[in-house]
Protein backbone atom coordinates (compact mmCIF):
# COMPACT_ATOMS: atom_id res chain seq x y z
CA UNK A 1 0.00 0.00 0.00
CA UNK A 2 1.22 3.46 -1.28
CA UNK A 3 2.10 5.89 1.64
CA UNK A 4 -0.49 8.41 0.90
CA UNK A 5 -3.75 5.95 0.98
CA UNK A 6 -2.39 4.74 4.48
CA UNK A 7 -2.46 7.95 5.54
CA UNK A 8 -6.08 8.86 4.73
CA UNK A 9 -6.82 5.54 6.49
CA UNK A 10 -5.14 6.90 9.25
CA UNK A 11 -6.90 10.02 9.37
CA UNK A 12 -10.55 8.69 9.14
CA UNK A 13 -9.43 7.02 12.21
CA UNK A 14 -8.49 10.52 13.64
CA UNK A 15 -12.04 11.40 13.16
CA UNK A 16 -13.63 9.30 15.03
CA UNK A 17 -10.63 9.81 18.14
CA UNK A 18 -11.24 13.75 17.57
CA UNK A 19 -15.10 12.92 17.43
CA UNK A 20 -14.75 11.61 21.12
CA UNK A 21 -12.30 14.15 22.20
CA UNK A 22 -14.44 16.98 21.24
CA UNK A 23 -17.14 15.48 23.77
CA UNK A 24 -14.91 15.09 26.78
CA UNK A 25 -12.59 17.72 26.60
CA UNK A 26 -11.87 20.00 30.12
CA UNK A 27 -13.73 22.72 30.44
CA UNK A 28 -16.02 22.18 28.19
CA UNK A 29 -13.83 23.32 25.50
CA UNK A 30 -15.48 20.59 23.10
CA UNK A 31 -18.59 21.08 21.39
CA UNK A 32 -19.67 19.50 18.12
CA UNK A 33 -16.99 17.19 16.54
CA UNK A 34 -17.15 18.52 13.30
CA UNK A 35 -17.00 22.42 14.17
CA UNK A 36 -15.94 22.96 17.62
CA UNK A 37 -16.44 26.48 18.60
CA UNK A 38 -16.19 29.04 21.64
CA UNK A 39 -18.14 32.17 21.42
CA UNK A 40 -18.98 31.59 18.11
CA UNK A 41 -15.83 31.49 16.48
CA UNK A 42 -13.81 28.07 15.46
CA UNK A 43 -11.85 26.60 17.78
CA UNK A 44 -8.22 26.23 16.47
CA UNK A 45 -7.05 22.80 17.82
CA UNK A 46 -3.66 21.88 17.77
CA UNK A 47 -2.01 18.02 17.41
CA UNK A 48 0.93 16.72 18.64
CA UNK A 49 2.75 13.39 17.75
CA UNK A 50 3.24 10.98 20.17
CA UNK A 51 6.65 11.86 21.73
CA UNK A 52 6.74 14.18 24.97
CA UNK A 53 8.56 16.64 23.24
CA UNK A 54 6.03 17.29 20.41
CA UNK A 55 3.47 17.54 22.94
CA UNK A 56 5.45 20.31 25.12
CA UNK A 57 5.33 22.45 21.61
CA UNK A 58 2.13 21.99 20.91
CA UNK A 59 1.35 24.01 24.49
CA UNK A 60 4.06 26.27 23.50
CA UNK A 61 2.13 27.47 20.73
CA UNK A 62 -1.16 27.09 22.13
CA UNK A 63 -0.73 28.61 25.23
CA UNK A 64 0.57 31.58 23.44
CA UNK A 65 -2.00 31.67 21.36
CA UNK A 66 -4.57 31.38 24.04
CA UNK A 67 -3.11 34.39 25.60
CA UNK A 68 -3.56 36.81 23.24
CA UNK A 69 -7.63 35.79 22.96
CA UNK A 70 -7.80 32.82 20.23
CA UNK A 71 -10.05 29.84 20.93
CA UNK A 72 -7.36 26.91 21.03
CA UNK A 73 -7.34 23.42 22.64
CA UNK A 74 -4.66 20.78 22.45
CA UNK A 75 -5.15 17.72 21.17
CA UNK A 76 -2.27 15.76 22.36
CA UNK A 77 -0.28 12.56 21.26
CA UNK A 78 -2.46 11.87 18.20
CA UNK A 79 -0.10 9.27 16.79
CA UNK A 80 2.76 9.32 13.92
CA UNK A 81 3.38 11.64 11.19
CA UNK A 82 1.28 9.48 8.89
CA UNK A 83 -1.52 9.96 10.86
CA UNK A 84 -1.41 13.87 11.84
CA UNK A 85 0.04 15.26 9.00
CA UNK A 86 -3.30 13.73 6.95
CA UNK A 87 -5.30 15.14 9.46
CA UNK A 88 -4.31 18.79 9.27
CA UNK A 89 -4.74 18.51 5.52
CA UNK A 90 -8.49 17.04 6.14
CA UNK A 91 -9.03 19.86 8.24
CA UNK A 92 -9.62 17.93 11.58
CA UNK A 93 -6.97 19.55 13.11
CA UNK A 94 -5.75 23.12 12.36
CA UNK A 95 -2.21 23.22 13.27
CA UNK A 96 0.45 21.19 14.19
CA UNK A 97 4.29 22.10 15.49
CA UNK A 98 6.38 20.02 12.83
CA UNK A 99 9.96 19.97 11.66
CA UNK A 100 11.35 21.34 8.38
CA UNK A 101 13.48 17.92 7.24
CA UNK A 102 10.55 15.51 7.75
CA UNK A 103 7.61 17.33 6.98
CA UNK A 104 9.18 18.06 3.72
CA UNK A 105 10.19 14.27 2.61
CA UNK A 106 6.29 13.54 3.87
CA UNK A 107 4.51 16.28 2.15
CA UNK A 108 6.64 16.07 -0.86
CA UNK A 109 6.36 11.66 -1.03
CA UNK A 110 10.13 11.96 -0.71
CA UNK A 111 10.20 14.02 -4.46
CA UNK A 112 12.07 16.92 -2.88
CA UNK A 113 15.07 16.45 -0.75
CA UNK A 114 15.46 18.26 2.07
CA UNK A 115 19.16 19.21 3.12
CA UNK A 116 20.94 20.49 5.75
CA UNK A 117 20.73 23.95 4.85
CA UNK A 118 17.49 25.41 6.87
CA UNK A 119 16.44 28.33 4.64
CA UNK A 120 16.48 26.44 1.66
CA UNK A 121 14.65 23.21 3.50
CA UNK A 122 12.11 25.94 5.01
CA UNK A 123 11.14 27.53 1.61
CA UNK A 124 10.95 24.44 -0.19
CA UNK A 125 8.41 22.94 2.59
CA UNK A 126 6.68 26.24 2.69
CA UNK A 127 6.11 26.10 -1.10
CA UNK A 128 5.16 22.17 -0.66
CA UNK A 129 3.00 22.82 1.76
CA UNK A 130 1.01 25.57 0.59
CA UNK A 131 -0.23 23.19 -2.42
CA UNK A 132 -1.90 21.02 0.38
CA UNK A 133 -3.59 24.14 1.84
CA UNK A 134 -1.35 24.59 4.81
CA UNK A 135 0.82 27.92 5.62
CA UNK A 136 4.37 27.46 7.27
CA UNK A 137 5.32 30.15 9.89
CA UNK A 138 9.17 31.14 10.38
CA UNK A 139 11.47 28.03 11.52
CA UNK A 140 12.85 28.16 15.17
CA UNK A 141 16.01 28.35 15.71
CA UNK A 142 15.69 24.71 17.62
CA UNK A 143 16.24 21.94 15.78
CA UNK A 144 15.21 18.47 17.07
CA UNK A 145 16.86 15.61 14.66
CA UNK A 146 17.48 11.65 14.38
CA UNK A 147 20.43 10.51 16.27
CA UNK A 148 21.47 6.85 16.46
CA UNK A 149 22.81 6.11 19.72
CA UNK A 150 24.69 3.26 21.18
CA UNK A 151 25.89 2.82 24.63
CA UNK A 152 29.69 3.63 25.80
CA UNK A 153 30.08 0.15 26.44
CA UNK A 154 28.87 -0.77 23.03
CA UNK A 155 30.98 2.16 21.49
CA UNK A 156 34.41 0.84 23.01
CA UNK A 157 33.61 -2.61 21.83
CA UNK A 158 33.24 -2.10 18.66
CA UNK A 159 35.47 1.06 18.04
CA UNK A 160 32.02 3.62 17.03
CA UNK A 161 32.33 6.77 16.53
CA UNK A 162 30.44 7.53 13.14
CA UNK A 163 27.21 6.23 11.34
CA UNK A 164 29.03 4.81 8.56
CA UNK A 165 31.41 2.59 11.24
CA UNK A 166 28.73 0.33 12.17
CA UNK A 167 29.17 -1.14 8.65
CA UNK A 168 31.58 -4.02 9.47
CA UNK A 169 29.15 -5.29 12.64
CA UNK A 170 25.94 -4.09 11.81
CA UNK A 171 24.44 -7.52 10.89
CA UNK A 172 25.33 -8.84 14.20
CA UNK A 173 23.45 -6.15 15.78
CA UNK A 174 19.85 -5.33 16.58
CA UNK A 175 18.22 -1.61 15.69
CA UNK A 176 15.89 -0.49 18.06
CA UNK A 177 13.22 3.05 16.75
CA UNK A 178 9.57 3.63 16.30
CA UNK A 179 7.47 1.72 14.58
CA UNK A 180 7.32 3.83 11.53
CA UNK A 181 11.04 3.54 11.50
CA UNK A 182 10.90 1.04 9.04
CA UNK A 183 9.33 3.12 6.01
CA UNK A 184 11.16 6.37 7.28
CA UNK A 185 13.46 7.76 4.91
CA UNK A 186 15.62 9.09 7.47
CA UNK A 187 15.81 6.24 9.60
CA UNK A 188 16.20 2.30 8.40
CA UNK A 189 15.73 3.17 4.66
CA UNK A 190 17.92 6.02 4.62
CA UNK A 191 20.44 4.25 6.76
CA UNK A 192 20.46 1.13 4.13
CA UNK A 193 21.06 3.71 1.36
CA UNK A 194 23.50 6.01 2.84
CA UNK A 195 25.46 3.91 4.73
CA UNK A 196 24.78 0.54 3.36
CA UNK A 197 23.78 -1.15 7.09
CA UNK A 198 21.50 -3.89 7.56
CA UNK A 199 21.07 -4.94 10.82
CA UNK A 200 20.65 -8.05 12.24
CA UNK A 201 17.10 -7.57 13.12
CA UNK A 202 14.77 -4.01 13.56
CA UNK A 203 12.72 -3.58 17.23
CA UNK A 204 9.74 -1.56 16.81
CA UNK A 205 9.77 0.18 20.31
CA UNK A 206 8.47 3.71 20.93
CA UNK A 207 9.44 7.30 19.82
CA UNK A 208 12.16 8.72 21.34
CA UNK A 209 10.63 7.31 24.73
CA UNK A 210 11.39 4.93 27.86
CA UNK A 211 11.00 1.31 25.63
CA UNK A 212 13.71 2.65 23.35
CA UNK A 213 15.57 3.74 26.41
CA UNK A 214 15.23 0.71 28.40
CA UNK A 215 15.75 -1.69 25.81
CA UNK A 216 19.03 0.30 24.94
CA UNK A 217 20.14 0.12 28.49
CA UNK A 218 18.97 -3.72 29.17
CA UNK A 219 20.82 -4.59 25.83
CA UNK A 220 17.84 -5.90 23.99
CA UNK A 221 19.03 -3.57 21.40
CA UNK A 222 22.73 -2.47 20.41
CA UNK A 223 21.67 0.68 18.38
CA UNK A 224 19.07 2.83 18.37
CA UNK A 225 17.13 6.18 17.13
CA UNK A 226 17.05 8.44 19.91
CA UNK A 227 15.88 12.42 18.93
CA UNK A 228 19.51 14.93 19.38
CA UNK A 229 17.32 16.80 22.21
CA UNK A 230 16.73 13.70 24.16
CA UNK A 231 18.15 14.49 27.99
CA UNK A 232 18.83 10.64 28.07
CA UNK A 233 21.45 11.21 26.14
CA UNK A 234 23.94 13.07 28.25
CA UNK A 235 21.90 11.33 31.53
CA UNK A 236 23.19 7.72 30.53
CA UNK A 237 26.17 8.89 28.78
CA UNK A 238 25.08 7.27 25.79
CA UNK A 239 27.16 7.75 22.46
CA UNK A 240 26.15 10.03 19.82
CA UNK A 241 27.04 8.45 16.14
CA UNK A 242 28.11 11.34 13.69
CA UNK A 243 26.51 11.86 11.13
CA UNK A 244 29.56 11.61 8.39
CA UNK A 245 27.72 10.71 5.13
CA UNK A 246 24.84 13.73 6.09
CA UNK A 247 21.73 11.74 5.84
CA UNK A 248 20.03 13.63 8.48
CA UNK A 249 18.77 16.56 7.30
CA UNK A 250 17.79 20.23 8.53
CA UNK A 251 15.15 19.25 11.64
CA UNK A 252 14.20 22.86 12.94
CA UNK A 253 10.35 23.37 15.09
CA UNK A 254 7.86 25.09 12.54
CA UNK A 255 4.31 25.79 12.91
CA UNK A 256 2.17 24.44 10.16
CA UNK A 257 -1.46 25.93 9.96
CA UNK A 258 -4.13 25.57 7.79
CA UNK A 259 -4.42 28.11 5.55
CA UNK A 260 -8.44 28.91 6.26
CA UNK A 261 -7.51 29.15 9.69
CA UNK A 262 -4.52 31.80 8.82
CA UNK A 263 -6.95 33.76 6.48
CA UNK A 264 -10.29 33.59 9.16
CA UNK A 265 -8.29 34.76 11.96
CA UNK A 266 -5.49 37.39 10.34
CA UNK A 267 -1.72 38.15 9.98
CA UNK A 268 -1.99 38.22 14.02
CA UNK A 269 -2.34 34.60 14.44
CA UNK A 270 0.89 33.65 12.86
CA UNK A 271 2.50 36.68 14.33
CA UNK A 272 2.11 34.80 17.66
CA UNK A 273 3.37 32.00 16.43
CA UNK A 274 5.99 33.35 14.72
CA UNK A 275 6.60 35.11 18.33
CA UNK A 276 7.06 31.74 19.88
CA UNK A 277 9.65 30.17 17.26
CA UNK A 278 11.54 33.70 17.39
CA UNK A 279 12.46 32.88 20.81
CA UNK A 280 12.79 29.00 21.15
CA UNK A 281 16.41 27.50 20.49
CA UNK A 282 17.78 24.26 20.98
CA UNK A 283 19.29 24.96 24.22
CA UNK A 284 15.80 25.76 25.59
CA UNK A 285 13.85 22.70 24.27
CA UNK A 286 16.41 20.42 25.57
CA UNK A 287 15.58 22.03 28.94
CA UNK A 288 11.76 21.55 28.41
CA UNK A 289 12.74 17.98 27.48
CA UNK A 290 14.44 17.56 31.05
CA UNK A 291 12.07 19.19 32.68
CA UNK A 292 8.90 16.85 31.57
CA UNK A 293 11.22 13.60 31.04
CA UNK A 294 13.34 13.72 33.54
CA UNK A 295 11.61 15.78 36.24
CA UNK A 296 8.29 14.54 35.57
CA UNK A 297 6.67 18.05 34.79
CA UNK A 298 3.43 18.04 33.34
CA UNK A 299 3.77 19.45 29.25
CA UNK A 300 1.24 21.84 30.00
CA UNK A 301 2.90 23.41 32.85
CA UNK A 302 6.56 23.34 31.55
CA UNK A 303 5.12 25.18 28.35
CA UNK A 304 3.69 27.75 30.39
CA UNK A 305 6.70 28.19 32.91
CA UNK A 306 8.71 28.79 29.74
CA UNK A 307 6.29 31.23 28.15
CA UNK A 308 6.31 33.55 30.99
CA UNK A 309 10.02 33.32 31.45
CA UNK A 310 10.35 34.22 27.75
CA UNK A 311 7.91 37.24 28.55
CA UNK A 312 5.52 35.32 25.93
CA UNK A 313 2.62 34.86 28.88
CA UNK A 314 1.16 37.22 31.47
CA UNK A 315 2.82 35.74 34.92
Same mark, same amino acid.
Request: charged share 15%; with cysteine; aromatic share 6%.
Given at each position: ??????????????????????????? #???????????????????????????????????????????????????????????????????????????????VSLGRIPATANIVA????????????????? *?????? &??????????????????????? !???????????????????????????????????????????????????? #?????????????????? *???? %?? &??????????????????????????????? &???????????????????? %??????????????? !?? #??? !??
Amino acid at each position: MSRQPRALVYAAGLACALAVTACTAAG #GAGQAASAPTVAGRPMIEVGSFDFPESVTLAYLYADALADRGYPVRVVPDLGPRELVDPALMAGLIQLVPEYTGSALEFVSLGRIPATANIVATAAALATAMTGRGLVVG *HPAAAQ &DGNAIVVTAATAARYWLRTISSL !ASVANRLAFGGPPECAERAYCLPGLRLTYGLRFRQFVALDADGPLTRQALAA #GDVAVALLFTTDPAIAAQ *HLVV %LA &DNRGLQPAENVVPVLRRATADRYGPGLLAAL &DMVSARLTTAALAGLDAEVE %LGNVDPQVAARQWLR !AA #GLA !AP
